[in-house]
């Protein structure tokens, strides 16, 4: 059984005495979650390294549970960690490895946040969940709530990507396609929505789903042998995956299991980057902005106004930074990342691959340094980003000639 302490503010230190109201009521912070791990000892990592348990729950005694029969999971967790040679060539950095959470159960990183987040709303006993998404999130919760036994309802902007909404539907959610901006109309409806029919709410708004990222610390310590990244690049939107990372290396610290932290990057679309534009201005916080149109349909978020600041906060402790990545980067990276690596990724998520290749071609990342991309989402999330022209969709006749040019035709 894990020790959990109360909620409480990161910003003005209030402490809560409830478990399901998730805003400081002083200063409208989202709360924070700390789970008591003071206890635990060198050989209680031994353990945990050895379990056979290959799921985030291995690390069990992180997350925010108090029974382990409240666990909700898909087999989550464990990614592979692929040391990527002929990308790692191609971008000059010897050390280059991909976290390939494609293979997460349901395609994308938000299943490390719901596993822990569908198991409090079930140790909590509610009965439906909800969250607004721009696909990924919604058919992960999707998922774990078909898992947990849970009802879901979950809303997505008008355009999001069939392939989501199929996957969403495809685990019994209610799916609503809204028309309106998503970080306002969309947002302000689903706030309205969670406290009108008290639904389970799964935005990053939810302090136990937010520490589920931590599990991505635990892995690359255990799956590279103590040894620490010199630099982690992770797609960023509302900021969770920062932030969280960046706890789990500070709480393994905390217990001397590793002796430094890597240096964090957020990689952002420049349609969608106020984390970047706020970490090169020196804010404290973050500029909400109109998020525009992009490749990294995923990530378009243009106010992350939830866990933004201490996504921020997390890179300048890590002294690490932010990176800002136009389509044609990103679309050169997902192309990169499928031909070198044998790595199908969604746009979004190929933005790591894109700010490894900047910053080591800006000299930031050095040749024989450790670099770990975090790849978030599968490209079949979005299949029609990767383009095919119409000739090579156009049948050819069952010769060997027409054969023989058309391998001509694609350079073979
Ligand atoms: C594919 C993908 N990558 C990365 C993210 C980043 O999320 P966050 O910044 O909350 O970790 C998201 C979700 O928003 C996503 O869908």
Redesign the pocket.
Known sequence: MAVISELCCPKCGYRSTSKTVFQCPNCKSILEVNVEISHLTRSDFDTMRRSRDRTIWRWFDFFPIENRSSIVSLGEGCTPLIHSKRLAEHLGISRFYLKNDTVLPTG???DRSNSVGLSVAKELGFMTATVMS????AASVAAYSAAAGLKSVVMVPAGTATSKIIQARAYGATVVVIDGDFDYDVAKLYKAAVQEFGWYDCL?SNPYRDEG?KSYAHEMVDQLDGEIPDWVI?????????YAMWKGFKEFLSLGWISRAPRLVASQSAAAAPIVAAFVKGLRDVEPVVARETIAE??Q?GN?VS?GWR?LAALRESKGTAVALRDEEILQAQSLTGHLAGLFA?P??ATSVAAAKKLREAGVIGQNELVVCNL??HGLKQPDAVRIPDEALRPIGPTLDALRAQVIRAGN
């Open positions: 994308s990183l938000k721009t696909g990924n999130a990053s990222k992770h797609p960023t939107a509302g900021g969770t995956g920062i995923s990530i978020v992350p866990l996504a969604e979004a998520a978030t989402g």
